[in-house]
């Protein structure tokens, strides 16, 4: 199968998904998640419909940002703060906020280039070592300090890798659970222009449906699109 097929394929299982659950299937984006990937490669992707594409490493993001069509960046990675300046005019989302000193560094850089970045904060459900992202009660502090300090930071929801499991429905707990804080989130009352709740990012190649049945608001799909990756 093409990467187009294979796009197109996933598009329409996440639809599924969403319908299977009575959401509507345009609430749910799906995201291409690009890493290890070809520019060219990631523009067949784009010709069969994609309208948003995530990396996981600064330099890879730039190394191919030239060739690629016009389409929604999204950082999806552990960003360092010394990285922040060269993508914060290429992004529309950091989904992997999980400190302060992060979040005041963006609202730097996006201060000096004149917007408002959007991002999520990084939560680590399981508490794994190997992964990055804050505890959940730890949330509230934090985004209610981001929207505190941060005039050009806007803090959209959260995003959260469930443990490596053999099958999907191991992962629902975690999403269950995540979303559960998402909604939670919606009610808290901080500065509008700097707090608007409405992403949950959930869901990657091998438990994506079961992400959407739970609530996610964008999923992000990699090797199920583009085949396995090879890591150079
Ligand atoms: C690589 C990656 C994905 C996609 O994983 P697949 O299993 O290939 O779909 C999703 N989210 C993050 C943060 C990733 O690093």
Excluded at 8 to 21: G, N, V
Excluded at 58 to 66: A, F, H, I, N, R
Excluded at 162 to 175: D, H
């Amino acid at each position: 199968m093409s990467i187009a097929e294979r796009y197109r394929q996933i598009a329409a299982r996440k639809d599924a998904a969403a319908l299977r659950s009575g959401r509507s299937p345009e609430e749910i984006t799906l995201m291409a998640v690009t890493k290890t990937h070809t520019a060219e490669e990631i523009n067949q992707a784009i010709d069969a419909g994609a309208t948003d594409i995530g990396e996981n490493r600064v330099q890879e993001l730039l190394e191919k940002y030239d060739s690629v069509k016009p389409v929604r960046w999204h950082l999806i990675g552990h960003l360092q703060t010394n990285k922040v300046k060269n993508i914060i005019d290429k992004v529309v989302m950091i989904h992997s906020v999980d400190s302060m000193r992060l979040a005041k560094e963006i609202d730097k850089r996006a201060a000096a280039a004149g917007i408002v970045m959007d991002v999520l904060i990084e939560i680590n459900s399981a508490m794994e070592d190997t992964k990055s992202g804050i505890a959940a009660e730890d949330l509230k502090d934090l985004v209610t300090e981001i929207t505190g300090e941060c005039a050009n930071v806007r803090v959209r929801g959260i995003m959260c890798i469930p443990p490596m499991a053999a099958e999907p429905e191991e992962a629902r707990p975690y999403f269950r659970e995540a979303a559960k804080l998402f909604e939670e989130m919606k009610n808290w009352q901080l500065p509008q222009q700097r707090f608007c709740p409405d992403t949950l990012s959930m869901g990657m190649s091998g438990d994506f449906e079961v992400a959407v049945e739970e609530g996610s608001t964008i999923v992000r799909v990699g090797s199920s699109i583009f085949g396995p990756r090879n890591y150079r």
